[in-house]
T-cell receptor, first 112, second 113 residues
Framework: DQQVKQNSPSLSVQEGRISILNCDYT??????FLWYKKYPAEGPTFLIS?????DKNEDGRFTVFLNKSAKHLSLHIVPSQPGDSAVYFC???????????FGKGTKLSVKP | GAGVSQSPSNKVTEKGKDVELRCDPI?????LYWYRQSLGQGLEFLIY????????KSGLPSDRFSAERTGGSVSTLTIQRTQQEDSAVYLC???????????FGSGTRLTVV
């Protein structure tokens, strides 16, 4: 029973264009959401997060949008750069304690 | 240390043997997590330690898996009688209490042959 779903295993975009990565969740009790980025042979690294009291959080080229009614969040990368090529994991948790629940990841390829 | 350190980075073992995987978290991080990533899968939660509290073992897939955390710092994940389906990358992460911003290690790639 997957509580966090990333339905697109891969995404390819042209350098300079927008990348949009999507994530859906089923547990309405989740109140904190994060995106992690993973390069091959490395551990995931924290990218950006959003609390359920907000619907948008922006950090440089990265923006996360949260639609609570649809239980959907998305990560926008503008403009996309070849160095953004990695696997992106969506994660969610309930409260401030406990473990993150991760999606299966989306592999982003940004072509020069 | 500066980051989360895991050892070994790679481990090949024969089916039926026991293995131990080690994790050195960031100093001062009271929370420690073990996840694994099997081929084509996401990050699967295994176990979570928070301070002196009893660990959350709800993600351990079978009783062949166990973990301990000594002195609130180093953690060891033990897999007994390894099976081929245990082959995966085992990732350790640590964080400050009350935050979801984990710092992950580079993982241990376990291959059971």
């Amino acid at each position: 029973d997957q509580q966090v779903k990333q339905n697109s295993p891969s995404l390819s975009v042209q350098e300079g264009r927008i990348s949009i990565l999507n994530c859906d969740y089923t547990n309405s009790m989740f109140d904190y959401f994060l995106w992690y980025k993973k390069y091959p042979a490395e551990g995931p690294t924290f990218l950006i997060s959003i609390s359920s009291i907000k619907d948008k959080n922006e950090d440089g080229r990265f923006t996360v949008f949260l639609n609570k009614s649809a239980k959907h969040l998305s990560l926008h990368i503008v403009p996309s750069q070849p160095g953004d090529s990695a696997v992106y994991f969506c994660a969610a948790m309930r409260g401030s304690q406990g473990n993150l629940i991760f999606g299966k990841g989306t592999k982003l390829s940004v072509k020069p | 240390g500066a980051g989360v350190s895991q050892s070994p980075s790679n481990k090949v073992t024969e089916k039926g043997k026991d293995v131990e995987l080690r994790c050195d978290p960031i100093s001062g991080h009271t929370a420690l997590y073990w996840y694994r990533q099997s081929l084509g899968q996401g990050l699967e939660f295994l176990i979570y330690f928070q301070g002196n509290s009893a660990p959350d073992k709800s993600g351990l897939p079978s009783d062949r898996f166990s973990a301990e955390r000594t002195g609130g710092s180093v953690s060891t994940l033990t897999i007994q009688r390894t099976q081929q389906e245990d082959s995966a990358v085992y990732l350790c992460a640590s964080s400050l209490a009350g935050t979801a911003r984990y710092t992950f290690g580079s993982g241990t790639r376990l291959t059971v042959v």
